[in-house]
């Protein structure tokens, strides 16, 4: 059996998720990369070869919304490598729009991915970790986590959902010596801008079109002036060597100040400044 460390992340076809499955295996991890469509792992094994890590990469299809797709990846890790020491529950969408305007089926699709998805494949790793006393759980929230903003309702939903979930889940596994742990990032360049956001379509019947339209407008600057998503790796690379790492790792301009300000100011004050941006 392999003394190196085994790592499962979902979401590996761009974005965070195929960064980190590069500098993990950099750093003598066995990466098992999960993406829903495997057509997609041509640019992750491009990178992989680049870095002389293609032989550490093990590219398996997993829909984090398929439980038997998780149900047999999980088998498969435990198969081949006999344990599991790090998930990452990287996977994720963000559905924007104002509340109101946001179909319920938008509202499902944004939680079965990010918050069933994130919770099905941590109860599938959870037996294996316990049983081995040993084991690390990263979550990728947002600092869509922390603080709610007009439009982004179902994205911060869902992400106050894994922070309420992962709060609770490390207090029940820290017995084990099971570490569950939550990444925080502001904005980064990657796919999700475009692919998620960046699709929202204001219905022609919106109440919200003028305060709609602006902060799709503000969302594109943010997008053009988001960093570059290397960052978020080397956290995530920073808990995995991380023997005992804490509960929470904001990362990016302005992920940690968002938290604080919503700590130590009045949420009258917070909500003016965000009411007169937009
Ligand atoms: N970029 C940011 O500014 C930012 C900030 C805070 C948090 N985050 C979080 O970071 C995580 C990664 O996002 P990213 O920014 O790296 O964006 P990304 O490049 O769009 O990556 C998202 C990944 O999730 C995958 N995915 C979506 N639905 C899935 C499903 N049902 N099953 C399996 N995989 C699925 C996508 O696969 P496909 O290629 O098949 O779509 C893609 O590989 C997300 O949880 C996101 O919420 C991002």
Redesign the pocket.
Same mark, same amino acid.
């Given at each position: 059996m392999s003394r190196r460390k085994i790592v499962w992340i979902?979401?590996? =076809? +761009?974005?965070?998720?195929?960064l980190a499955s590069i500098v993990l295996a950099q750093d003598g991890c066995e990466v098992v990369a999960?993406?829903?469509?495997t057509e997609?792992q041509t640019e992750l094994i491009r990178r992989a070869k680049e870095a002389a890590v293609a032989d550490r990469i093990h590219v398996r299809k997993?829909?984090?919304?398929?439980e038997s797709d998780i149900a047999s990846v999980a088998k498969a890790v435990v198969d081949s490598f006999g344990r599991i020491d790090i998930l990452v529950n990287?996977?994720?969408?963000?559905v924007g729009g104002f509340v109101e305007d946001v179909a319920m089926d938008d509202w499902r699709r944004q939680f079965?991915?990010?918050v069933f998805?994130l919770i099905a494949c941590t109860k599938a790793v959870i037996p294996h970790m316990r049983a081995q006393r040993n084991g690390t759980i990263i979550n990728? =929230? +947002?600092?869509?986590g922390r603080i709610g903003l007009p439009a982004f309702g179902p994205?911060a939903a869902s992400?106050f959902a894994v922070e309420g979930f992962s709060e609770s889940l490390r207090l029940e596994l820290l017995p084990y010596n099971v570490y569950v742990c939550l990444v925080?990032?502001?904005?980064?360049?990657?796919?999700?801008?475009e692919?998620?956001l960046g699709n929202t379509s204001i219905p022609a019947s919106s109440a919200y079109q003028e305060r709609a339209l602006r902060m799709m407008q503000q969302i594109e600057r943010t997008a053009q002036t988001?960093g570059h998503?290397h960052e978020?790796a080397r956290v995530i690379r920073h808990i995995a060597r991380t023997p005992r790492p804490k509960l929470r790792y904001p990362v990016?301009k302005g992920s940690r100040l968002s938290t604080v300000a919503k700590a130590v100011l009045p949420w009258r004050w917070i909500e003016n400044m965000i009411v007169k941006r937009i």
């Open positions: 979902t979401g590996t =076809s +761009s974005g965070f998720g195929l999960t993406m829903r469509n997609k997993l829909d984090v919304t398929c990287n996977a994720g969408i963000a079965e991915t990010n998805g990728i =929230s +947002s600092v869509s994205y992400k925080e990032p502001a904005a980064f360049k990657t796919n999700i801008w692919t998620s988001a998503p978020v990016g």
